[in-house]
């Protein structure tokens, strides 16, 4: 399933009947078994562990509904230091559109700072039924995979409530986690020694071809 699909569905799932948020989690902190990241709840928040395959955890809060933050785990690693904030806007603005979700604009793009670095995000506004919406959507990035944390909220309330978003990204970690300085950093070196590995290896294939033709 697309990113696009993912991203409408984690908009629309807090509108499903009750939605597995039957209790609150045993401990303030979740670590989700199969992805291993993970998660801080505030109080009076409840959480749903894999609501639908492609939504690894929404954290809603209770009774309000508002504000709501969810992750979606996606199978690569994304390279977030050739991703500008810019083009980051763009990707997710494309998504909800195509989504379905036309009459949404971003409002903003930002570095959000967190324990271990910035993380790219875009703030989104958007009509999903009765509410007047923002969402916050930031990328975190491992070695093999990638992540899309959404956190939402009405939009009178978002910045009174913005501790909230503030809170879930400093709380979110996950083995490997890569973040935006460091992706900075570490390619000189990892390009670097790509170059001298393919000259390498073009060098050894022309010498192994001239050893062919002299023998010839």
């Known amino acids: 399933m697309n990113l696009r699909l993912k991203l409408v569905l984690a908009c629309l799932a807090f509108l499903w009947t009750n939605f597995a948020f039957s209790q609150e989690p045993d401990d303030t902190i979740f670590t989700h078994p199969k992805y291993d990241f993970t998660v801080e709840l505030p109080e009076n928040f409840m959480l749903s562990q894999d609501p639908i395959p492609e939504v690894a955890v ?8 508002f504000p ?3 992750v979606i785990p996606q199978a690569k690693s994304m390279p977030i230091r050739t991703i500008s904030q810019e083009a980051w806007a763009e990707k997710v603005l494309a998504d909800y559109k195509k ?3 036309t009459g949404a604009e971003i409002l903003s793009t930002e570095m959000v700072k967190t324990k271990i670095g910035d993380l790219l995000t875009a703030n989104v506004k958007y009509l999903l ?5 923002i969402a916050s959507v930031s990328l975190v990035s491992t070695k ?4 899309i944390l959404t956190y939402m909220d009405k939009f009178e309330d978002y910045d009174q409530q913005l501790d909230y978003r ?5 709380s979110f970690t996950v083995p490997g ?3 935006y ?3 900075k950093k570490w390619p000189s070196w990892a390009y670097a020694f790509l170059i001298l590995g393919i000259l390498g290896l073009v060098l050894f294939m022309h010498v192994q071809r001239k050893k062919r033709l002299r023998r010839n």
């Open 58 to 65: 929404i954290v809603q809060k209770i009774p309000d509904k």
């Open 68 to 70: 709501i933050f969810n």
């Open 99 to 101: 989504a379905g979700i």
């Open 129 to 133: 039924g009765d509410n007047d919406l």
């Open 144 to 147: 093999n995979k990638h992540f």
């Open 166 to 170: 503030k809170n879930f990204l400093n």
């Open 177 to 179: 986690q890569i973040s």
């Open 181 to 183: 300085e460091e992706a």
